[in-house]
């Protein structure tokens, strides 16, 4: 045990805080790494395949994308030397193994995701999914489940079908629950006459979907909002009120992605509301910067606020955390690991605020004291913590991130 881990123990402990319980608990919770980091949102579907559509837009040509299957896995298991913690792999279903051959969105089955399943097995690592309704030309006009083309419609409610059926064959094979979440980017660039009638038509598509008998204990299933993207600035017929209202009427999960809202607005306040009247929640961790979503996740006040509310509401099994960010312009093994580590050092700041203090001083009426503890949280010695977390998980320093993804950039990335 590091001496200055000790000395921040002791610390902390004058604060009401068990630096050893706040540890325990945070092994207990996963973070979902998202798969699509690794090749700007591409998939496997074509040799070539890049992000179409969607309203979203991977920017930057940073050398050494993964261009196929075993590039991805190995730059995952890079990622992971500098990722401390339970880490799930979120996959889209772009990222199926197809053998070269054409196999349509409404055609995938379990077999095209068998060798991911493997693959985690043998990392005990336990996976998420995604149905993909973007880069494709039934989608390129904007509009998918929302269709006004009933062929189209049905298509795409096929493709989120078979998408939970596979999701729910994962789940049996690795004995655990996938979470499934559905974004639909469908929207309008400009005012339309007719906000109502997409709406109807996604809901009932989603109904048609969600009704086809699936094991909760393998596959759950979350809904995702969005204000706007790019393309779609007047309207996304996937709301937050829309896929609210859905959510809690089906008793499904939410998903919050905090990259989706008004970049004054942020996700933390919605956790406790949105738990009150739905079962669970499944979060995408991004940062938001101006208009664009996705930025990779930093320390910052926006992702400890979202960490402090899961842990302040006591629902740390009731919120499943995902990471949702893609930056091109950088190595990606870094995105990776800075994203992610920057989540589990917010979450284990989160476990480490002198919560019981705070909650006597406002319940005292004492906010004077109350905000005292939160400036003070602020510089108590978090990161020796970390450091001693990273040690016991037997994975890397900072330090020796900073060496070693540079390593992979030369010895791999640059050779791509
Ligand atoms: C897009 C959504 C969505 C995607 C991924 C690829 O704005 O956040 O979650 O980023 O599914
Ligand atoms: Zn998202």
Not at 32 to 44: E, T, Y
Not at 120 to 139: E, G, T
Not at 162 to 191: H, Q, S, Y
Not at 395 to 411: A, Q, R
């Amino acid at each position: 045990m590091a001496n200055n881990y000790k000395q921040a123990k002791d610390t902390y402990a004058k604060f009401g805080v068990d630096t050893e319980k706040a540890l325990k608990m945070l092994d207990t919770i996963p973070l979902s790494m998202h798969c699509w980091q690794g090749d700007d949102v591409g998939g496997f579907e074509t040799p070539d395949a890049e992000l179409s559509g969607g309203g979203i837009q991977t920017t930057g040509n940073f050398p050494g994308k993964a261009r196929n299957v075993d590039e991805l896995r190995a730059d995952i298991d890079e990622a992971l030397k500098y990722i401390p913690g339970p880490t799930r792999l979120n996959l889209h279903a772009l990222y199926g193994e197809f053998g070269g051959k054409k196999v349509d969105r409404n055609e995938i089955e379990f077999k095209h995701f068998k060798g991911w399943v493997d693959w985690c097995k043998s990392r005990k690592m336990n996976i998420d999914f995604n149905p993909s309704y973007f880069s494709h030309p039934l989608a390129n006009d904007g509009f998918t489940l929302s269709s006004a083309d009933k062929g189209i419609r049905q298509f795409w409610i096929e493709h989120g079908i078979a998408c939970r059926k596979i999701a729910e064959k994962m789940g049996k094979e690795l004995g655990n629950t996938v979470i499934t979440n559905f974004w639909m980017p469908d929207g309008m660039k400009d005012f339309p006459a007719d906000r109502l009638a997409p709406r109807e038509r996604m809901a009932d598509s989603l109904d048609q979907i969600m009704k086809v008998k699936i094991s909760k204990k393998y596959d759950k299933d979350a809904v995702e909002c969005k204000l706007f993207g790019i393309g779609s600035e007047s309207y996304v017929v996937g709301s937050h009120e829309f896929f609210m209202g859905y959510a809690v009427k089906n008793q499904m999960l939410l998903c919050l992605d905090s990259g989706h809202f008004h970049p004054t607005e942020t996700i933390a306040d919605k956790i406790s509301s949105a738990l009150m009247f739905v079962p669970e929640i499944l979060l995408h961790v991004s940062r938001g910067v101006r208009w664009d979503s996705d930025h990779v996740v930093l320390t910052d006040d926006n992702t400890m606020a979202i960490m402090q509310e899961i842990v302040r509401c006591g629902a740390t099994d009731k919120v499943h955390i995902g990471m949702d960010f893609f930056d091109a312009s950088i190595n990606r093994i870094f995105a990776w690991a800075i994203g992610m580590r920057a989540a589990r050092k917010s979450l284990l700041c989160a476990l480490l605020d002198p919560i019981a203090m705070m909650r006597k001083a406002e319940n005292a009426g004492d906010y004077g004291t109350r905000l005292a503890l939160m400036e003070e949280a602020r510089s108590l010695p978090f990161n020796a913590v970390w450091q001693e977390y990273c040690a016991r998980s037997g994975k890397l320093s900072g330090l020796k991130m900073l060496e070693g993804v540079k390593k992979y950039e030369t010895k791999v990335l640059s050779k791509r």
